[in-house]
T-cell receptor, first 111, second 115 residues
Framework: GQQVMQIPQYQHVQEGEDFTTYCNSSTTLSNIQWYKQRPGGHPVFLIQLVKSGEVKKQKRLTFQFGEAKKNSSLHITATQTTDVGTYFCAGPGTGGFKTIFGAGTRLFVKA | SAVISQKPSRDICQRGTSLTIQCQVDSQVTMMFWYRQQPGQSLTLIATANQGSEATYESGFVIDKFPISRPNLTFSTLTVSNMSPEDSSIYLC????????????FGPGTRLTVL
C-alpha cells in the first residue's frame, strides 16, 4: 500500500546548528504538507506544497517539493530551542479523502 | 481556520468499559477524521466521520470497536468500546476545511489510559 517514509527518526543538534528532515512517498503526490507537534501538544499545520520543484520559506524554515513530486524536505537554519518537537510530512492517500502521515522526525535542541 | 475542542482531555478507565470522546468545531466543516497516536509515534487514521451516514473505517479498525457518530457538520463522537490496556493512546480529531487545501486542523487530543 501507499507509504510515506521519513528520515531521520531522531536528530539531536546544538542550538545554532542546522537541521533537515526528508520525506519520501511510494507514489506521486498531488501535494505534501508539513506539520509540527510540540511535546505534549497536537500537530499544527506548517505549510502545503503543490507544484513540482516548489520551494517555500517561513523565516528560518525552508520547504522543498521534489521535481517528481515524490519527495520533500524541511530545512531549519540555525535551530533554536523553540524548534523542539516532531515534524511530520503528510500526503493525500489514494482512492479517498484521507491523509497519510510520515513517521515523523523528532528534533532535540541543546542550548 | 478552525478551533476544535475535545472532551475529555484525559481519562483513566477500567478494562471492559467504554469511553465516548466528543469533538466540537467552531464552524461547519466537510471532513472530520479520528486518529490514534501512541506516545512517540505517528498518527494512525481510525476513520473518516461522515455526516449523516456510517463512518469510513481504515484497515484494522471496525465499527463495533470504534463506533463513530457525526450528527451534523460541527460535531462528532468516537467511542472506544470494551477497552483493554492496548487501547491506551492519544485520540485526536481533525477537520479539513472546504476549499481545496488538504490542511488539517487538530483538536487538543484525549489521552486515554486503560488499566
Amino acid at each position: 500500500g501507499q507509504q510515506v517514509m521519513q528520515i531521520p527518526q531522531y536528530q539531536h543538534v546544538q542550538e545554532g546548528e542546522d537541521f533537515t528532515t526528508y520525506c519520501n512517498s511510494s507514489t506521486t503526490l498531488s501535494n505534501i504538507q508539513w506539520y509540527k507537534q510540540r511535546p505534549g501538544g497536537h500537530p499544527v499545520f506548517l505549510i502545503q506544497l503543490v507544484k513540482s520543484g516548489e520551494v517555500k520559506k517561513q523565516k528560518r524554515l525552508t520547504f522543498q517539493f521534489g521535481e517528481a513530486k515524490k519527495n520533500s524536505s524541511l530545512h531549519i537554519t540555525a535551530t533554536q530551542t523553540t524548534d523542539v518537537g516532531t515534524y511530520f510530512c503528510a500526503g493525500p492517500g489514494t482512492g479517498g479523502f484521507k491523509t497519510i502521515f510520515g513517521a515523523g522526525t523528532r528534533l532535540f535542541v541543546k542550548a | 481556520s478552525a478551533v476544535i475542542s475535545q472532551k475529555p482531555s484525559r481519562d483513566i478507565c477500567q478494562r471492559g468499559t467504554s469511553l465516548t470522546i466528543q469533538c466540537q468545531v467552531d464552524s461547519q466543516v466537510t471532513m472530520m477524521f479520528w486518529y490514534r497516536q501512541q506516545p512517540g509515534q505517528s498518527l494512525t487514521l481510525i476513520a473518516t466521520a461522515n455526516q449523516g451516514s456510517e463512518a469510513t473505517y481504515e484497515s484494522g479498525f471496525v465499527i463495533d470497536k470504534f463506533p463513530i457518530s457525526r450528527p451534523n457538520l460541527t460535531f462528532s463522537t468516537l467511542t472506544v468500546s470494551n477497552m483493554s490496556p492496548e487501547d491506551s493512546s492519544i485520540y485526536l480529531c481533525s477537520v479539513e476545511m472546504a476549499g481545496g487545501s488538504n490542511e488539517q486542523f487538530f483538536g487538543p487530543g484525549t489521552r486515554l489510559t486503560v488499566l
